[in-house]
């Protein structure tokens, strides 16, 4: 009775059967009684029906208090047909897309903290290391050949600390879905000279040759920026694993992926590292001192966001071979 429509509708009610009560009383006692009882049993159940109808309203409003509170269960099969089912099939709709949103809140949450953290920890050791050299450049008895050689030590952690950062930022963006990939007709050696240019530094440091086999009516759809980058870090690995040696760069067209392999002679990558070579940060056991491990991954990640794939097989000794497929539905 706390609810102000119930006590209207009784007092409509009553208002409504007194008119009939006081002609049923004129006509006879009998009459009187039955159109009273008959009264009765319709507001009866009518507060019974409500009642019911309340029980469920209250259940609802329960699960929406536990969905407030964090607590996403329901159960889309509580309820039959009605419109109190459509508006608990409503609610569920609105609670698992709240669930979906707090997963990837959360998920980014997560993301957010382990590249601050990763962003920390790659970029401590450089700066210590900075800071330690600027110390000792500023006593006084400093020799001036060391002090060159501290300069030169500063200036190139601090191009690695730059390379750094921008590769970072990257792989933020794409793991966020921020990259805005364009992509647009351009024959593949293009797009691999392109590549080429960007570790054209790894190939010449390490005496490595290249040889590219690919038809020159060879074009892809794609994005020419990104994929040349992600080219390029697969390159500058191969170059920096197989000093002295050579580089293939192969092109192939199935009905129905475009594929490039990159294949060198080195030194090959460990059985136990092949699982991991494309998580960030993974640094395998041929790794080089100087090597952060974020090239590989920023390749994949590169790749799939244009529907492609990039695998690797090697064997020990014997050297690499990268396979990139495209496709060809996504690259028209």
């Known amino acids: 009775m706390r609810n102000r429509e119930i006590k209207i509708f009784i007092l409509g009610c009553i208002g409504l059967c007194l008119p009939f009560f006081l002609i ?26 409500t009642a019911w109808r309340y029980r469920r309203l209250r259940q609802l409003n329960d699960q929406m208090r536990r969905v ?4 996403y269960q329901m159960n889309p ?13 409503e609610i569920y709709k609105v609670t698992v897309q709240l669930r979906e949103s707090a997963e990837q809140l959360q998920a980014q949450q997560q993301f957010l903290s382990d590249s601050l953290s990763d ?22 008895d400093m020799d001036p050949v060391r002090q060159q050689e501290f300069l030169r030590l500063i200036a190139a952690q601090l191009t690695r600390m730059r390379w750094l950062i921008q590769s970072l930022l990257k792989m933020a963006k794409l793991q966020a879905g921020a990259v805005q990939f364009l992509p647009n007709s351009i024959t593949i050696r293009a797009l691999i000279n392109k590549a080429l240019s960007q570790a054209e530094a790894e190939m010449l440091r390490n005496n490595v040759e290249w040889v590219l086999e690919c038809p020159e009516s060879f074009v892809l759809t794609v994005d020419e920026n990104w994929t040349a980058e992600a080219l390029g870090n697969i390159l500058r690995n191969c170059a920096e694993h197989a000093p002295n040696g050579q580089i293939r760069i192969l092109c192939t067209r199935t009905a129905l992926v475009d594929q490039i392999v990159i294949e060198d002679n080195g030194e090959g990558i460990d059985p136990q590292d092949l699982p991991h070579l494309f998580e960030r940060f993974y640094r395998g056991k041929n790794a080089k001192p100087d090597s952060v491990g974020i090239g590989l991954a920023m390749s994949q990640q590169i790749l799939a966001a244009q529907d492609g794939t990039l695998s690797v097989e090697s064997t020990p000794g014997r050297g690499s071979r990268f396979l990139i497929r495209l496709d060809r539905k996504s690259t028209r």
């Not at 407030?68 to 607590?71: H, V």
Request: aromatic share 4%.
């Open 24 to 49: 049923a009383a004129a006509a006879s006692r009998e009459m009187l009684i039955v159109c009273v009882s008959l009264a009765a049993v319709l507001i009866s159940a009518f507060c019974l029906f």
């Open 68 to 71: 407030r509170e964090g607590l």
């Open 77 to 89: 099969q509580d309820y039959e047909e009605g419109e109190l089912s459509i508006l608990h099939s």
């Open 119 to 140: 962003i920390s920890h790659q970029l401590k050791t450089p700066l210590t290391s900075m800071m330690m050299m600027v110390d000792l450049m500023q006593q006084p």
